[in-house]
Nanobody
Framework: QLQASGGGSVQPGGSLKLSCVAS????????MGWYRQAPGKQRELVAR???????DYADFVKGRFTFSRDNARNLVSLEMTDLKPDDSAVYYC????????WGRGTLVTVSS
């Protein structure tokens, strides 16, 4: 089970920190990802993190978002800064390799 939280409404330039808990036994061994889906658009991968903490970001968030993980707590986090209206979407976490059933996600709205 994947439980994301931390979304909300912010103005452009604002910040949010998302969290996601994965109720799986193999969490510490796998790559995790943050995804987002805006209305009318396909779900897209925002960032990935290896079991050892090496990160990889989509160009559209590079330099603004920071992905981290706490393997002891089965937790991944996404710190988002300098948010733009195009960042508005429902954000989800999942494993890019295993693609578990999607959780409910957390809504981020960036608007003035």
């Amino acid at each position: 089970q994947l439980q994301a939280s931390g979304g909300g409404s912010v103005q452009p330039g604002g910040s949010l920190k998302l969290s996601c808990v994965a109720s799986v036994s193999i969490f510490s061994d796998i790559i995790m990802g943050w995804y987002r889906q805006a209305p009318g658009k396909q779900r897209e991968l925002v960032a990935r993190i290896t079991s050892g903490g090496v990160t990889d970001y989509a160009d559209f968030v590079k330099g603004r978002f920071t992905f981290s993980r706490d393997n002891a707590r089965n937790l991944v986090s996404l710190e988002m800064t300098d948010l733009k209206p195009d960042d508005s979407a429902v954000y989800y976490c999942n494993s890019p390799d295993l693609l578990w059933t999607w959780g409910r996600g957390t809504l981020v709205t960036v608007s003035s």
